[in-house]
């Protein structure tokens, strides 16, 4: 079935400017995560929603970086008045909480090809 | 909070010896250790997984091992191939309601022909 989607694939922006980097996870699961990959370095956790749960936003850099999910699918990471530290590859993963997937267990997340996000 | 260490940062092995990366998590209520692999520009891919009520589990040429007590977990690749050469990660969880994962810093593998 189809995986986890990213959009865009690429964004350039100037500094000062607003972003949005939008997720399509998996359908029917309820878990979708954030993260940050700047080059060369590993995953940095951003944020995460569990179903209509209050997402855990403990690894939001700033105020400049919030998230939203809707209707408990679709999500987007918004960064306001984006830095040139900002520029990294975002990646989303989702996951699925409850009944089987072959081997492999319930709480293994599924990654998007990721936004390679580049603030000039 | 959770704190994952992974060693080593780069690891080069001949085509057909074994590679073996170590992590290291430090809370104790963790239960799911997921290892994913990225290859380069591409996104990270579940390769293996264990949960703390087993010590071992065995896919293949890939292995993981758990030790609890020490709180340390540990991937094994034999018989490698040079399509192993990726970036792994290690992720520590506490458990089943997908709370936050936390990655390891990863290890470079890179299997020499």
């Known amino acids: 079935g189809a995986g986890v989607s990213q959009s865009p694939s690429n964004k350039v922006t100037e500094k000062g400017k607003d972003v949005e980097l939008r997720c399509d996870p998996i359908s029917g699961h309820t878990a979708l995560y954030w993260y940050r990959q700047s080059l060369g370095q590993g995953l940095e956790f951003l944020i995460y929603?569990?179903?209509?749960?209050?997402?855990?936003k403990s690894g939001l850099p700033s105020d400049r970086f919030s998230a939203e999910r809707t209707g408990g699918s679709v999500s987007t990471l918004t960064i306001q008045r984006t830095q040139q530290e900002d520029s990294a590859v975002y990646l989303c993963?989702?996951?699925?909480?409850?009944?089987?997937?072959?081997?492999?267990?319930?709480?293994?997340?599924?990654f998007g090809p990721g936004t390679r996000l580049t603030v000039l | 909070g959770e704190n994952v260490e992974q060693h080593p940062s780069t690891l080069s092995v001949q085509e057909g010896d074994s590679a073996v990366i170590k992590c290291t998590y430090s809370?104790?209520?963790?239960?799911?250790f997921p290892w994913y692999k990225q290859e380069l520009g591409k996104r990270p891919q579940l390769i293996i997984d264990i949960r703390s009520n087993v010590g071992e589990k065995k896919d293949q040429r890939i292995a993981v091992t758990l030790n609890k007590t020490a709180k340390h977990f540990s991937l094994h690749i034999t018989e490698t191939q040079p399509e192993d050469s990726a970036v792994y990660f290690c992720?520590?969880?506490?458990?089943?309601?997908?709370?936050?994962?936390?990655f390891g810093p990863g290890t470079r593998l890179s299997v020499l022909p």
């Open positions: 929603f569990q179903g209509n749960s209050a997402p855990d």
């Open positions: 809370d104790s209520a963790s239960n799911y």
């Open positions: 992720a520590a969880s506490k458990g089943n309601y997908g709370q936050n994962f936390v």
């Open positions: 993963a989702s996951s699925q909480l409850f009944g089987t997937s072959g081997r492999t267990s319930t709480d293994t997340q599924y």
